[in-house]
C-alpha cells in the first residue's frame, strides 16, 4: 500500500472518530477540527471525498452523516493500536492468500496490518516486532478475514537489519 494509501486511510479514521459522537456537526466546529489537524489540507481532501461519495451532507451550517456514512465509517472507528511495549526478541508473520476474486478483503485485510504497525515483507507476508493486539484478532474474526490469514512467531529473520532500522529497534 503506498504511503498516500496509508495516510488517507489515517485521514478517514480521524474523521470517523470525530463524527462517532453526532449525527450531525457544526461547519465551525468541523474548521476547527480541520484546522488543528497537522496535514490540513488531505484532512480537507478526505472530507470532500466522503461528501461527494454521499457518505456526509453539508448543508451550509452542518455535517450531517447520512446512513451509507454510517455504515461505511463503522469499520474505522476505535481501532487504535495498543501502546508499543518493550520488544520481545520475537517477529510477528502474518502471511494471507486470498482468492483473486475476493480484492476487497485482501484490501481490508493489508488496512488492518498497516494499522496495526505491520511492515509488508512480501506482497502478502507481513511483519511486525509487536504482539498483535487482541483488538486486531478480533476485527480479522469479525470481519471473516482470519480464514486468509496464517501468523508465525519466528526469533530468527537472516537479515533483518533493515527491519530492525525500520521499526527503531536499535
Not at 474523521?15 to 476547527?32: I, K
Not at 507481513?126 to 519466528?154: G, H, R
Request: glycine letters at 4%.
Amino acid at each position: 500500500m503506498a504511503k498516500t494509501s496509508r495516510d488517507a486511510y489515517k485521514h478517514i479514521q480521524a474523521l470517523s472518530e470525530f463524527f462517532s459522537d453526532a449525527n450531525a456537526v457544526g461547519t465551525a466546529v468541523v474548521e476547527s477540527f480541520i484546522n488543528d489537524h497537522k496535514k490540513k489540507k488531505y484532512l480537507k481532501q478526505s472530507l470532500d471525498r466522503l461528501i461527494n461519495r454521499g457518505f456526509l451532507v453539508a448543508d451550509g451550517r452542518n455535517f450531517k452523516l447520512t446512513k451509507a456514512g454510517a455504515r461505511f465509517l463503522n469499520p474505522y472507528r476505535n481501532r487504535r493500536p495498543e501502546t508499543k511495549k518493550k520488544w520481545d526478541g520475537k517477529w510477528r508473520l502474518v502471511s494471507f492468500d486470498v482468492p483473486g476474486s475476493y480484492s476487497s478483503e485482501r484490501d481490508s485485510i493489508r488496512r488492518l496490518l498497516v494499522e496495526f504497525d505491520f511492515y509488508p515483507l512480501h506482497k502478502s507476508v507481513w511483519i511486525s516486532p509487536n504482539t498483535a493486539s487482541e483488538n486486531f484478532w478480533k476485527l480479522l474474526v469479525d470481519e471473516d478475514l482470519d480464514k486468509y490469514c496464517k501468523v508465525m512467531v519466528v526469533e530468527i529473520i537472516e537479515g533483518d537489519r533493515e527491519l530492525r532500522k525500520y521499526f527503531k529497534l536499535d
